[in-house]
């Protein structure tokens, strides 16, 4: 299969799960609402927040891990060089294979007395609900230690552009949740801890499944003694990643601390506001996220290669779609939010659609740069830019804290700082990707973010004009969905996307079509 087949291949099999988590994802955050109650359910984000203090070094060292994997495997596509590529992503698989054997368990020796203390002594929960997110944390920590460990088995998915094959775990897995949701909604009763250990449970399962299937199909996944604990391998790893831990500490203080500040100034209650914002932004981006999971392992393949010149145009590329899949997503949202929120949760949060402005436009602001900081990942240039991510990040929260302490502003402060820093931390990580790789700030606004929002305004405002005739809910969401999002892939397939790409996605669509024909004849 060729390079460009398995890319569509891949953006088709992730956008087809997408779509269905995407589904999943709205039925399961209605039901887990209605299951657990208002209360319960922003226990359970203040719990998850809690936990991604020790999981986000499973994105750390899954993307660290991925890049170098990523880069041996673009170095085996060198006429020539297969077998020292095979030799070079046997060495990073065992490096990373005895990193994650040691690194969660003491990861967890840590964290799990300091977020039990704090459960019991420090956050505010109600008396009664102590034990219960006592009982939850000890689960959502136990699949937090598997997936580490599940870390070097996945990155190998990524790097080969196997990314279909994970398609069927992630789909399993959602569809086992809504159908538990579904039978709690319909036998009532307390399913606090149930729903969690058997969530977590299945999520378990998952992450095991995909080890035994990596060893049998990727040939770098193999124990070899003589590079287990590879130490000029571990060193450059390290410094790799203590570059990225300080951008990703300073992403995790920005997220999840904000769900403590929250939570201390404004009661669990508006943790679930926020939980259902952030849910909201999650499943608008979906769209680009798949496009994130199916262009970045390309991306560090041509880095390998030594293609600069392709890695660019991949990441322009990257940028300008990207930012097509999540407008087409947002602008929708955006109009019918009030609509959508209560038909999706009949009695929604306080506040909950003024906060889902503020975190669709968080999300915007982070895909718009997110291609620059890949490319930058994937040439290894990184001190500079995750310096400035970091700082930035960090920043927010003790800003947010201040104004609302001193200013006695309200809850949305608690998104209108993070929207701020992000958008100045936009711009300033294109100024520095040129200097490290050669990125244009010219070509990323004159040829994705300028076409993308001139479109976003000439559909947002025919969706806003349907809007004004058509006051039925059901009729109302349809219709200026439809206008607002058909609107806006016309006008980006002519003004935003290439001639070149054009005809590429038509290509590859007609020969789906066609095979699927055959298929069915």
Known sequence: MTPSRRIFLNILATYGRQILTLACGILSSRWTLMVLGKTNYGLLSVIGSMVMF??????????AIGRYLGI??????????EARGLETGRRWFNTAVSVHTVIPFILLLIGYPLGTWAIENWLNIPPESVQDCVFIFRFVCAATLVGMCNVPFKALYHAHQNIAELTIYRVFCSLIKVALLYWMVNHKGNWFRSFIAWTYSFIILEYLAICLHAIFLFPECKIMRKYLWHW???KELTKFISWQLFGNIGKIVRTQGMTLLVNKM??????????????VALHSGKLEGGLSTALTPAINNLAGKGDHKGMLAMTYRFCRIGLCLTMVLVIPVFLERHELLTLWLKDPPAQAEEATIFTLMILVTTVASRSCGIAVTAKGKIALYYCLLGTMNILSLPICWAVIHFFHTGFLTAFAIPLGMRVITSACAA???????????WTWFSECLLPVALCSVMAFGAGWGCRLYVKELF???????????????LLSACFVLRPEEREYILKNFRKKLKFSKQQTE
């Open 54 to 63: 020790l999981s986000f070094f499973n994105n750390l060292f899954s993307g």
């Open 72 to 81: 041996s495997v673009g170095a085996a596509m060198i006429p020539g060089e």
């Open 431 to 441: 100024f520095l990707a040129k200097r490290l790789i050669g990125f244009s700030p």
């Open 475 to 489: 009729s109302q969401i349809l219709v200026t969905g439809m206008v607002s999002a058909g609107l806006f892939l």
């Open 232 to 234: 000029e391998s571990i």
């Open 266 to 279: 404004f009661g669990a209650e508006m943790n679930a506001t926020m939980g259902i914002a952030n849910a």
